[in-house]
């Protein structure tokens, strides 16, 4: 049950009365948000119950463990993730050189990062706490995200458009650079460059395909 997961609480009092799919997605949204500000082991389900207006017995009649919780916020974050991404494939098209492959994929994440800071502290807070939600998000999400670029750079690479070498090592080596400039600016964004996607992206793929030296 939810409340062997370090959460406790009296029943909140109800609200406007909810159809059940409307109230499941109250108590999705409100545990995103909740997660995302105090981490996992931070919020209970009084405050999760409060903040949707219903009492915790009601949070099990849609939610009865922690591990269906955590599956339906991963598919929801993924569900509002997937258009975005359809949308920016299909302006990548099927012919690219290197650099336009790295520009797509640079200003993809990058958006992703900016359009969805919430989601990046929830994911952040779900891994540094060891909750079975960072291992979901990485198998429904992240894995077949990273096997899809390694897909099209490999064909790119059959070819001839991309040089040879290891499509996994090239492919996370520049998600690396542009997620870490992501995450710093949500986490410290008194300290990090202020620098539109549009102007950052560009001078990233640079720096990944040709290096700091003088040629």
């Known amino acids: 049950m939810l409340a062997d997961a370090n959460f406790e609480g009296q029943p909140a009092s109800p609200r406007a009365r909810l159809t059940g799919a409307e109230r499941r997605a109250a108590i999705l949204e409100a545990a995103i948000q909740l997660f995302s500000q105090n981490g996992f082991r931070g919020t209970t389900t009084r405050q999760l119950a409060a903040a949707v207006g219903v009492s915790e017995p009601v949070l099990y009649q849609h939610f009865a463990t922690k591990r269906e919780l955590y599956d339906a916020i991963v598919d929801h974050?993924?569900?509002?993730?997937?258009?975005?991404?359809?949308?920016?494939?299909a302006q990548l098209g099927e012919k690219f050189t290197e650099r336009e492959f790295f520009l797509w994929l640079g200003k993809l994440i990058l958006e992703w990062y900016e359009q969805r800071p919430r989601e990046v502290r929830l994911l952040l807070f779900s891994a540094l706490e060891g909750h079975d939600l960072a291992q979901l998000w990485h198998q429904k999400a992240v894995s077949q995200f990273m096997e899809y670029v390694e897909a099209c750079y490999e064909r790119q690479v059959a070819a001839g458009t991309f040089v040879q070498g290891d499509a996994l090592f090239s492919a996370r080596a520049f998600i690396c650079m542009v997620g870490h400039y992501g995450q710093t600016r949500i986490l410290f964004p008194e300290h990090g460059l202020d620098?539109?996607?549009?102007?950052?992206?560009?001078?990233?793929v640079d720096l990944f395909l040709n290096g700091v030296r003088t040629r």
């Open 77 to 89: 974050l993924i569900e509002g993730t997937q258009a975005q991404f359809c949308q920016s494939l």
């Open 195 to 204: 620098l539109p996607a549009e102007q950052v992206v560009p001078l990233l």
